[in-house]
């Protein structure tokens, strides 16, 4: 069985699209690329596109964060933000991985990006479906009712047609669903919020939006240290370069190289970085990525001229709709 992870939603703080006059600007540069790259007929255009990365060709995408995960047919979604509406369009379609029900949703924090989608999570409103909200916050359920609340939104809480279930998790104590062994972890934010590390077949995946970083030794981390540690993909916060995170302490959102200490240190295969900031455009994005090749390199260089081994870590920054899948 496989270990399925995709990215409904990337963005942070507020979905985000560049305008429509830099998006013109965008496929200008793209349609220069492909005469310049030697490329001149219709029929090429399909094979040039495919032969791209996809944010340099489509971006990172505007929808907030939203994470699924599939085992076998199990499933959880993490955090409600807009990215949780393609879920929806995929459940009334009525196509795979899943048409149906029972939803586990668990939240890390109730800042808005992270809930904006979640009056538009469509198995809200279908009779006989059922919907399991977690999180370590308390007032979980008040939270998720106040959501469906006018003048906010047309429908009350009451009048929804799903069955639905809250779930208040104990801090650091794994809760399962189906095959997910799922453990909430306190991240570094302004308004509590909580990661979570997720296994299942051996695998791992650690959900570390949002987060600030600011405790990365073993001994700061100190009980929160295990969600970081035997890890498949991480996934962190990087919506700032490193000067700006000086700027912005305590506004609660890291950068790369933070992530990538911390993978270096405990192991880490995978990395991958996002809740991009709403302001930034797809090249302030692939400079984020170039600033944080140019950290990865100038560790590999301190390290071999002490003959030693940069530790093998993959990473890239995630563009809305990847999906990864650990065999
Ligand atoms: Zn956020
Ligand atoms: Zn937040």
Known sequence: MSFSIKFWGVRGSLPSSPPP??????????????????????????????????????????????VELNYGNDQIIIDGGSG?????????????????????????H????????????????????????????????????????????????????????????????????????????????????????????????????????????QEDLGADLPLYQDIDVMYFDAQYTL????????????AAQVGLEIAFREGIKRVLFAHHDPGARTDHVLELRRQTREYYESVARALASNNEQIPTVEWDFAHEGLEIVLR
Not at 34 to 46: R, Y
Request: net charge neutral; glycine share 10%.
């Open 21 to 66: 006059t830099v998006w013109a600007q965008h496929i200008e540069g793209v349609l220069q690329n492909f005469f310049s790259s030697g490329h001149h007929g219709a029929h090429q255009v399909s094979s040039y596109i495919r032969g791209q990365e996809v944010p340099v060709v489509g971006g990172y995408g505007s929808a907030t964060t939203c």
């Open 243 to 254: 000067p700006e995170l000086a700027e912005k302490a305590n506004w609660g959102h890291s």
């Open 110 to 217: 109730f800042h808005w990006d992270h809930v904006i989608g979640l009056p538009f999570f469509v198995p809200h409103f279908i009779p006989g479906e059922e919907i399991h909200y977690y999180a370590v916050q308390p007032e979980l359920e008040s939270l998720i009712r106040g959501l469906f609340k006018k003048p906010y939104f047309p429908v009350p809480f009451e009048a929804l047609q799903a069955k639905i279930h809250f779930h208040v998790l104990e801090p650091r104590k794994p809760i399962h669903v189906g095959e997910f062994k799922v453990t909430p972890y306190q991240l570094d934010h302004p308004d509590p919020c909580w990661g979570f590390k997720v296994e299942a077949g051996g695998k791992s995946y650690a959900h570390c939006v949002d987060t600030e970083g600011t405790r990365v030794t």
């Open 84 to 108: 949780i509406r393609s879920i929806s369009e995929r459940i009334l379609k009525g196509t795979a991985p899943r048409k149906k029900g029972p939803y586990h949703i668990f939240m890390t």
